[in-house]
């Protein structure tokens, strides 16, 4: 049993401007029936510029449905401008607080605003410019961008609070290193690597890639050259952990009983990667 | 609050009266050390040997194969890694995907250690694997097979007396954590079924938390556990836990009867009224084989909306019940059971849990039928998906 305020169940019972609106002026949707929680947002603008009625659909827990009813009281009379200040943290205060692992229903209600506000400026629908926005957690859906507006807005210090408040690195755990540089390099730590990961320009050798890049790496080109040649038997293979020069890999499916499943990691898997990063002495390992 | 209407039987049940009247004068007056030289003290030993005796008679077996532990968690962690440790670093430990986090974390566990674990699925409707298994079984060295005899979230049952046979012929050891089908199904007879360890726990059976039995064949080759003293045939060290073996004992002796008795029809019964009435929701779908199924458990989802949300309106009509969804778990991914059984994203998230007990009646179920359709539609009107 979740420790809700007073106000969370309030806003849980009684739910405030459930529904659509007619001809909204903006509309923004974030979340998936897949990853367990959704939320529709749309508004409509009086002839003062103020948002004079907002409407909300959500699919979630109790806390999703208090953070979208309370953003959407919170939000009514204000100017476009004066919403688009409104953050995750103020969701949450206006709340009386949430349970830090539901603090993402907070942030997905920011979200939705986001969007919706962006969908009336420019009529996209899509959520985000994800245009140099790297996709972090495959999960979840997560791209840096997101994950960056939560460690700054909340002072986010852990990798474990990023995935209380994005859910990124909730599900595999495939990105928690990748969220780990992103939290070195937003609060000036010396990250690891530094300069050769930097210079994105030049394609650097393998071992001079950050962790977090040497996955997004290798996980390319799993896709790309070892994923579709597996599949062909009913099999898979996920990225466990990549240190140095050693990747760990898990099979799945028909792979994961198979006899020879060692040939497979050699032969295709460990060739195809030395090929592709152009790294010779990488080292293929299976995990399980 | 509304009359309690507790429905959650999977997770823990009520202490009977029974149990509790049969445990009480070890607190107050006979609270003696059983190792005890003098009569104050080592006349409690009867008392746990009598209820030892009792546990052995509803298991079908010998008194001195039966191991008072701390729960069945402590009883699933002892059978696997004091038999890997038997086995030496060779063993293969073959479980499967749906087991209680009491066997997954210590597979996993093995599994970093170096360990060769196999992980077997099972078919859309919950069931066993059988051909994995047996391609499993057929694999070269000592292994220990751990697989539970019904699973918790859905009640599926597997057929432990066919493959604790296979695993026999194969040579492999084999252990069943029986935590939910003890005192659920009739048929959890030692005497019949050749398994070599078997688990489970007081507290879903009427007793209170705080005791477990591990049941050891004679001749099985496990470590002990808990080492620093001669207690349970130098098994399992710690001064015997006088009150909740003696209330264990007499809640097998209970669920003897029960077994036999014609409760298990009459809850089964309870739960069809219960399932049928919930299939009236348009939409709604029921997880797991409706055969292979334990008599007390109903997993249904009801798509588009989620189930920490309908837990907390439950809760507001005085039903308790559990969610397999993500928001309950306190992780972020929905039921570990649901995945493996590839259950639509739809069913994931939505997912409630019914579990039934012999206290269960009439005006339990009737409550959640009262309650559900409205809380179903509440949360359709609130969810983008629900039209």
Not at chain 2, 119 to 133: C, E, K
Not at chain 2, 335 to 355: I, K, N
Request: glycine letters at 8%; aromatic letters at 6%.
């Amino acid at each position: 049993m979740w420790d809700y305020s007073e106000k969370v169940l309030d806003h849980f019972h009684h739910p405030r401007n459930v529904g659509t609106i007619e001809n909204p002026d903006g509309v923004g949707e974030v979340g998936a029936l897949a990853c367990g929680d959704a939320l529709k947002l749309m508004f409509k603008l009086g002839p003062d510029g103020r948002i004079a009625d907002v409407k909300f659909q959500t699919f979630g827990c109790a806390s999703a449905i208090a953070s979208s009813s309370a953003l959407t009281e919170m939000i009514k009379g204000m100017t476009l401008e004066e919403a688009a200040k409104v953050t995750n943290a103020d969701i949450a205060k206006y709340l009386d607080g949430l349970p830090e692992q539901k603090m993402h229903c907070s942030v997905m209600g920011m979200e939705a605003l986001e969007a919706a506000i962006a969908n009336y400026k420019t009529g996209d629908t899509t959520v985000r410019e994800l245009k140099d926005d790297p996709l972090v957690c495959t999960c979840f859906n997560v791209h840096e961008s997101e994950i960056v507006e939560a460690i700054r807005i909340n002072k986010l210090t852990t990798v474990e609070q990023v995935t209380n408040y994005t859910k990124a690195g909730g599900a595999c755990g495939k990105c928690k290193g990748a969220i780990q540089a992103i939290l070195d390099r937003e609060l000036g730590r010396p990250a690891a690597d530094s300069p050769a990961a930097k210079a994105s320009s030049a394609p650097a050798s393998f071992a001079d890639l950050s962790p977090a890049k040497k996955v997004l790496a290798v996980e390319k080109a799993l896709e790309k050259l070892v994923r579709p040649a597996l599949a062909v038997d009913g099999g898979d293979v996920e990225l466990v952990d990549v240190q140095g020069g050693r990747v760990q890999i898990r099979f799945l499916g028909h792979c994961a009983h198979c006899m020879a499943a060692h040939l497979t990691q050699d032969g295709l898997v460990q060739a195809k990667l030395r090929e592709e990063l152009g790294a010779p002495d990488l080292v293929v390992e299976t995990v399980q | 609050m509304s009359e309690l209407h507790y429905l959650d039987n999977n997770a823990t049940t009520m202490p009977a009266p029974e149990v509790v009247d049969a445990m009480m004068p070890f607190f107050r007056d006979r609270w003696g050390n059983a190792s005890s030289m003098y009569e104050f003290g080592g006349s409690v030993r009867r008392d746990v040997e009598d209820a030892r005796a009792k546990v052995a008679a509803f298991l079908g077996c010998e008194p001195r194969e039966v191991v008072f532990t701390s729960c069945g968690s402590e009883s699933d962690n002892h059978a696997i890694f004091g038999t890997v440790e038997a086995l030496g670093p060779g063993a293969t430990v073959i479980t499967t995907k749906v087991e209680h986090p009491a066997v997954i974390q210590p597979c996993k566990a093995l599994e970093q250690r170096g360990v060769r674990v196999v992980w077997l699925p099972v078919h859309n409707d919950g069931t066993l694997d059988m051909d994995a298994y047996k391609a499993a079984l057929a694999m070269p060295g000592p292994k220990l097979v751990t697989m539970m005899w019904a699973n918790n979230e859905t009640g599926v049952l597997f057929p432990i007396p066919e493959c604790a046979a296979l695993a026999k012929a194969a040579g492999a050891v084999f252990h069943t954590d029986a935590t939910q089908a003890v005192g659920k199904i009739d048929g959890v007879d030692m005497a019949k079924v050749p398994a070599d360890m078997l688990s489970f726990s007081g507290h879903k059976i009427h007793a209170p938390k705080g005791i477990g039995v591990l049941f050891v064949r004679r001749g099985t080759p496990v470590r002990p556990f808990l080492l620093g003293g001669h207690q349970e045939s130098g098994r399992r060290a710690g001064t015997e836990n006088v009150p909740y073996i003696v209330g264990l004992g007499k809640a097998c002796e209970m669920a003897a009867v029960e077994v036999r008795d014609g409760t298990l029809s009459r809850i089964a019964a309870l739960r069809d009224r219960l399932q049928a009435g919930l299939l009236r929701i348009p939409d709604t779908v029921v997880n797991g084989n409706l055969e292979a199924r334990l008599p007390n458990t109903l997993n249904v989802s009801f798509p588009y909306i989620e189930g920490e949300a309908m837990l907390y309106h439950l809760g507001d009509a005085g039903v308790c019940a559990s969610s397999g969804s993500a928001c309950t778990s306190g992780s972020l991914e929905p039921s570990h059971v649901l995945r493996a059984m590839d259950a639509p994203f739809t069913s994931l998230h939505g997912s409630l849990r019914f579990s039934l007990s012999r206290y269960t009646n009439d005006a339990d179920v009737d409550a959640v039928l009262d309650a559900m359709p409205g809380i179903v539609k509440t949360l359709r009107e609130l969810s983008p998906y629900g039209h």
